[in-house]
């Protein structure tokens, strides 16, 4: 230890010229104000910020410059051995020497901006705020880890070794290889993560270059050609066994169950069988979102991706799901397709070879093609094997819903959205279209026109027809295929209101109005059966049928929409009401647009969210509710 302050004190003592260039700096803080300024900053500020700016720049010159000198310029001129020949080891002339560099920078550092912070206090406060203590800790890592490249950097050059460029190429490699086992954590967009991981990664290979410094002279003492095999042996040593642990970080982060993830959403069902799409942020991974496919009765799952930016679709028959991942990690980048065949043995996502920009998805019914919708056509494809079928040039307009009604049929709405202000409560025409995949034909099927704005709408491929809701006005029934009027459902200026295909063809309304819910019940010609009063509620919104002839129902007070909701099953026949849970929300509620209604005793209707995040599965048997995911820890 002894030898340890010996060596620190006269290195300070060496290089205290440094001090004087330090007040030097520190003085042209203050010539900053003279300068032209912005007008939104007091000269103060100006003193202040030129006074961090020149500490920064003069700590990050002045370590790799003391860090490249201290050991290897010595080493170079054979004085190492003045040091050596007195009872001092060698880590201790390494620490020594590299310890004294670090204090003189952070003097250095202080001298250059101690001025202009007393010159006024109030505004250093108000500047750097409370995390001045954590930057200036991360000033002082940064500092060192500077000193240590500058150490290597200086004694690897200097000693003039025929292996310095090597092992300069061997280091990009190993910085590529870091960089490339990071990709996906880039494309996971979860910063937080990745700048831990990052943070961690660098602060290994900090400790690396700083063992291979202490090897160099520990081990190598006067001798350059041991103290570079020293170095090299080290350094390499641990770099490898960085790679080999980033690599396992990456993947573990990656490597996301169910059981991981904090208040997991549904974002898609399959609307036969049991497989479910869900999403949430990853335990223990920060801002990790992850997306995965999860079969509710057998509970096994496949990974789907993470960032949140792969929605998932369903055939209608379960046998299928496919979505869109990103090949970059630029959300405007190229994307690919991929898929999983659910009722394989054993399922996996297999990656097809369809990529491109890409908007949107559908896959056909049976999970044998797909619809790719694109920026100038939507292309059709054979799933997994990507061979083309078919285009349905769009020359600029955009389709809002397209459907496949079977293998080789698709049905497409275009729905003009809201121009100018001056334009926004113009009627809308909802214009209806059927594509021939075998023929490459595209025909109008129909028009629905003067649709005043804003209006909602719910569809129901199976039977061809769609609910028009003129908000604040009517609710009508239309033939898909005709663009032909079926019934006038209602004429009421409800604010809010639901609306459901019955799996028997029926039509169900939730509304809200005077403080009442009620269920308004149609036949499928759109006739008006019965009036169900559900209690006091301000929303209402329409669920599945966990059983046929009954239907779940949430009531609620106004928005916001993280307003607490109870859910009741209604039946049908009778009007009784069976409480379900408080705080619950049916699935089937959210998923209108993509989906119709589910069939009854279905896997999607018999779910439910709790205002916790915890998904829940009804026994319609029990009414008891159980959860999707047991044993999860939140």
């Known amino acids: 230890m002894k030898g340890f302050f010996a060596i620190a004190s006269l290195e300070i003592a060496r290089r205290r010229s440094v001090l004087v260039a330090a007040a030097i700096a520190a003085a042209g803080a203050f010539l900053a104000p003279l300068l032209k300024a912005p007008r939104s900053h007091s000269a103060a500020d100006i003193r202040l910020m030129a006074a961090a700016f020149l500490a920064v720049t003069v700590a990050a010159a002045l370590s790799l410059m003391l860090g490249a000198t201290a050991i290897g310029s010595e080493l170079s001129g054979r004085r190492l051995g003045f040091y050596f020949s ?54 002082a890592g940064s500092i060192l880890v500077l000193l240590a490249f500058g150490s290597l950097a200086g004694i690897a050059i200097l000693s003039r070794s025929a292996w310095v460029a090597a092992e300069l190429l061997a280091l990009a490699v190993w910085a590529g290889l870091i960089s490339v086992i990071a990709f996906p954590l880039f494309a996971a967009g979860a910063p937080l993560l990745l700048r831990g991981l990052a943070l961690a990664a660098a602060a290994a290979g900090a400790a690396a270059v700083l063992a291979a410094g202490a090897a160099q002279v520990g081990f190598g003492r006067t001798d350059s050609a041991r103290g570079n095999r020293a170095r090299a042996v080290t350094l390499w040593s641990l770099l490898l066994v960085i790679v080999a642990l980033w690599l396992v970080s990456v993947r573990r982060v990656l490597s996301v169950s169910p059981g991981d993830l ?38 096994r ?36 397709i991929w898929m999983c065949r659910l009722s394989a043995p054993a399922p996996a996502r297999v990656r097809t070879p369809v990529s491109g920009r890409i908007w949107n998805l559908e896959i056909s019914p049976d999970g044998s093609r797909i619809a790719v919708i694109g ?3 939507i292309a059709i494809h054979e799933i997994p094997s990507g061979r083309f079928l078919a285009a349905v040039p769009t020359a600029g307009a955009r389709f809002s819903r397209v459907v496949f009604l079977g293998p080789s049929r698709l049905r497409l709405y275009r729905i003009p959205s809201p121009g100018v202000s001056s334009l926004a409560e113009e009627p809308a025409a909802i214009e209806i279209f059927e594509f021939d995949v075998a023929a490459r034909r595209m025909s109008p099927a129909a028009t629905i026109a003067n649709i005043r704005r804003p209006f909602a709408l719910t569809f129901d491929e199976r039977r061809g027809e769609l609910i028009v809701w003129e908000r604040g006005n009517s609710f009508s029934l239309f033939d898909a295929a005709s663009g032909r009027l079926i019934a006038v459902l209602a004429n009421a200026s409800w604010e809010a209101a639901s609306r459901a295909f019955l799996s028997d063809g029926r039509i169900a309304i939730g509304e809200a109005s ?10 499928r010609n759109g006739e008006p059966e019965r009036i ?86 009804l026994d319609p048997a029990t009414g008891r509710l159980e959860p999707v995911f047991p044993g999860r820890r939140r």
Request: charged share 15%; aromatic share 8%.
């Open 86 to 139: 007195r009872p001092i080891g060698g880590g201790a002339i390494w620490a020594g020497k590299l310890a004294a560099s670090w204090v003189l920078v952070l003097l250095v550092s202080a001298i250059v901006l101690l001025p202009a912070v007393l010159s006024d206090v109030t505004a250093w406060k108000q500047m750097t705020g409370p995390w001045f203590g954590t930057a200036a800790a991360a000033f």
């Open 262 to 299: 904090l208040s997991p959403a549904v974002g898609a069902v399959a609307p036969s069988g049991s497989w479910i799409a869900i999403d949430g942020v990853a335990r223990g991974r920060v801002d990790l979102r992850a997306s995965l496919l999860y079969d509710v009765d057998s509970k």
């Open 301 to 336: 799952f496949v990974p789907v991706g993470t960032g949140g930016r792969s929605p998932v679709v369903f055939s209608a028959d379960g046998s299928a799901a496919a979505w869109i991942a990103p090949t970059t990690v630029w959300p405007d980048g190229p994307q690919e």
């Open 375 to 377: 920026d100038a056509a």
């Open 514 to 523: 005077g403080g009442t819910g009620r269920v308004h019940l149609f036949s």
């Open 532 to 617: 169900f009063e559900t209690g006091p509620a301000a929303v209402l919104w329409i669920g599945g049928e966990p059983v046929k002839g009954a239907l779940a129902i949430a009531a609620g007070p106004e928005p916001p929409p993280g307003a607490a909701r109870d859910s009741s099953l209604l039946d049908l026949e009778t009007g009784s009401l069976r409480p379900i849970g408080r705080h619950l929300v049916p699935v089937a509620s959210r998923l209108r647009w993509r989906y119709p209604q589910p069939d009854a005793g279905s896997v999607p209707s018999l779910l439910f969210s709790r205002g916790d995040g915890v998904l829940l599965r």
